[in-house]
């Protein structure tokens, strides 16, 4: 019974977003998560990177932006995201850490889900301001010092936060708690999938 019945069916490919401001600890919790599930988490951030010290064309392109802490163009990000979610590994469901982070990505995104946004779970990690600077000024990466982490706060208020809005409702949504032990927002994201 237990196979056939709808909710098993969605448990068995989950698509999950990570949304959040820099530093709200999105990337610690979806590789956590990510590994409990046993389905992969796609961090954008990290293909960005990764891209720029392989030196590729979109490397090249994204990598001014993100040293001032822009957001890349959106044609760029859902080449990559469509790319990326196509693969074998995929199949089971996925972990999104920083993509959609603003609205024409998220609306690709729904697109690329065949318009069914119902089984997606949306966390929505809430961290106060001061606290993120603090996390930031302790973290090594070029972007979170000086004025691109100002910039990518401000982009994240600007153009990510309207993702709230669009996700709350349509998808299983959840604003989590961030200003906690990392095992105790884990054990929250848990308990919020399992079986209702
Ligand atoms: P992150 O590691 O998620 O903080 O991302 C680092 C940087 O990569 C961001 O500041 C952006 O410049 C770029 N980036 C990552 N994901 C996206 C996205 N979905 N849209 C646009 N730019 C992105």
Redesign the pocket.
């Known amino acids: 019974m237990g196979d056939a019945s709808p909710h098993a069916a969605a448990q068995d490919r989950r698509r999950i977003i990570f949304l959040g401001p820099?530093g709200a600890g999105k990337g610690t919790q979806a590789v956590q998560l990510a590994a409990f599930l046993e389905i992969p988490c796609i961090?954008?951030?990290?293909m960005?990177r990764d891209a720029i010290a392989r030196r590729t064309e979109l490397g090249r392109k994204a990598e001014p932006?993100?040293a001032l802490?822009?957001?890349?163009p959106d044609d760029l990000?859902l080449a990559m995201i469509q790319e990326r979610i196509r693969e074998k590994d995929c199949q089971r469901g996925y972990i999104l850490?920083?993509?959609?982070?603003?609205l024409p990505?998220a609306q690709a995104l729904e697109g690329l889900l065949s318009g069914d946004l119902s089984e997606l779970v949306v966390f929505s990690m809430e961290v106060p301001r001061d606290e993120l600077l603090r996390r930031l000024a302790g973290r090594q990466r070029h972007?979170d010092q000086g004025p691109a982490v100002h910039r990518?706060l401000s982009e994240y208020d600007e153009r990510t936060v309207p993702l709230i809005d669009y996700f709350c409702g349509r998808t299983r949504f959840h604003r989590v708690d961030g200003h906690r032990d990392v095992e105790a927002v884990q054990h929250e994201l848990r308990s919020l999938l399992a079986p209702r």
């Open positions: 820099p961090s954008t951030g990290e960005l932006i993100m802490g822009g957001l890349v990000l850490d920083g993509f959609p982070r603003t990505q972007d990518r």
